[in-house]
């Protein structure tokens, strides 16, 4: 059997694409890169800066309420803050996570916080989307996109999944 030239030209161009679209996909920073620390507005109107939580494990979640896998990956959330939110480890301070939402609607965002069951204090809303400095600073450019920073400001992993995180940080608990 004969396979036309165009054919696989055609499918040659669809691999390529899609490899194209992957990596552009893939968020700005990688394991071991210092994070840019940053400056924004909390869901309850204080002053967040990221540098202030050094010294601590920081789980920064982008994330968007019209977001179905997102919205799946917040009860592993819930479990990790309930796990990890008030322990004590060999090399921080403590843990704490970050959720940037990603939107266009904060009435939207801020429901699906209370029915998520987000409790701890540190929600941005975002409300231009990917084309906000954040996201444009990080790279995120899909949703869900994790960033486990270390106490020292570098990244210790991007989109790790729950288990993993839950393996990393148990086995740094005091």
């Known amino acids: 059997m004969k396979i036309a030239r165009s054919t696989i030209i055609l499918v040659a161009l669809m691999v390529v694409g899609y490899i194209g679209y992957k990596v552009y996909q893939m968020p700005k920073f990688g394991d071991g890169e210092k994070i840019p ?9 204080e ?8 010294g601590q494990y920081v789980l920064l979640d982008f994330w968007g309420s019209w977001c179905g896998p997102c919205r799946v990956d917040n009860k592993n959330l819930v479990k990790l803050h309930g796990e990890f939110g008030d322990k004590k480890f060999k090399s921080a301070d403590g843990f704490k996570i970050v959720s940037v939402a990603i939107e266009t609607d904060k009435k939207r965002s801020l429901r699906a916080i209370k029915a998520d069951k987000l409790v701890w204090p ?14 444009k600073e990080f ?14 400001g570098h990244i210790l992993s991007v989109n790790e999944d729950y288990q993993s995180l839950k393996n990393r940080l148990s086995a740094e608990l005091k």
């Open 37 to 45: 620390s940053f400056s924004a507005t909390l869901e309850n109107g």
């Open 47 to 54: 002053a967040f800066e990221l540098s202030d939580l050094r």
């Open 122 to 135: 540190h929600h941005i809303i975002l409300l231009d989307r990917f084309k906000s400095p954040i996201a």
């Open 139 to 152: 790279g995120v450019r899909e949703i869900p996109t994790k960033y486990l920073i270390a106490p020292d």
